[in-house]
């Protein structure tokens, strides 16, 4: 997926990304970090990238999450991830957004590009009325490409995730179906 005119596009990550995905986090792992839930060295490793990358494939209407790595249009690098988890069918219709990108491109407009494509691919290809997105109030970059992206502040989670070893309270953000149109 990619706008007309955007620099970034999306793809449906596959096993055979696995390998990059796993080099993308290594080298970012300092960076990431503090935003992200403490793993088990097990985690970066090409077997659980793969088993990662295998959980968001399937047939798009049964699939629990929908996995996309951010390309670079001008080289094709992968330089982060946007993910739609916990899809919830039947009167919910309801997913979160998480995402990352590498630490040297962020502030350049890629996020916020990635993130109106999963948005427009959850309505428009997953026909869900709701995806949500929960950051940490300290985190203001993330708040920003939410806010670009249209999403609303809804208010504040306490102890949300366990971040970095942490109860982290989280600023819940949404978008639904009648704000993106």
């Known amino acids: 997926m990619t706008n007309k005119d955007g620099r970034c596009e999306l793809q449906l990550l596959h096993k055979e990304h696995a390998q990059a995905l796993l080099d993308l986090r290594r080298r970012n792992h300092n960076y990431l970090q503090p935003f992200e839930p403490l793993r088990d060295p097990s985690y970066f490793t090409l077997e659980s990238q793969e088993t990662d990358i295998l959980s968001g494939m399937g047939d798009k209407d049964l699939a629990s999450s929908r996995l996309f790595g951010i390309f670079l249009r001008e080289t094709g690098e992968l330089v982060g991830r946007v993910a739609l988890t916990g899809i919830a069918r039947g009167p919910f219709q309801n997913?979160?957004?998480?995402?990352?990108i590498a630490e040297e491109q962020q502030g350049k407009g890629f996020m916020t590009e990635a993130v109106r494509l999963c948005v427009g691919y959850a309505f428009d290809e997953l026909g869900l009325h709701r995806v949500q997105a929960g950051v940490m109030p300290r985190n203001?970059?993330?708040?920003?490409?939410?806010e670009k992206a249209g999403?609303?502040?809804e208010g504040l989670a306490?102890?949300?995730?366990?971040?970095?070893g942490v109860w982290e309270d989280h600023i819940l953000y949404a978008i639904t179906r009648e704000d993106w149109e």
């Not at 997913?95 to 990352?100: D, I, K, M, S, V």
């Open 95 to 100: 997913a979160n957004l998480g995402y990352f």
């Open 158 to 164: 306490e102890r949300y995730l366990r971040i970095n």
């Open 151 to 153: 999403f609303r502040r």
């Open 140 to 146: 203001t970059p993330s708040q920003r490409v939410l």
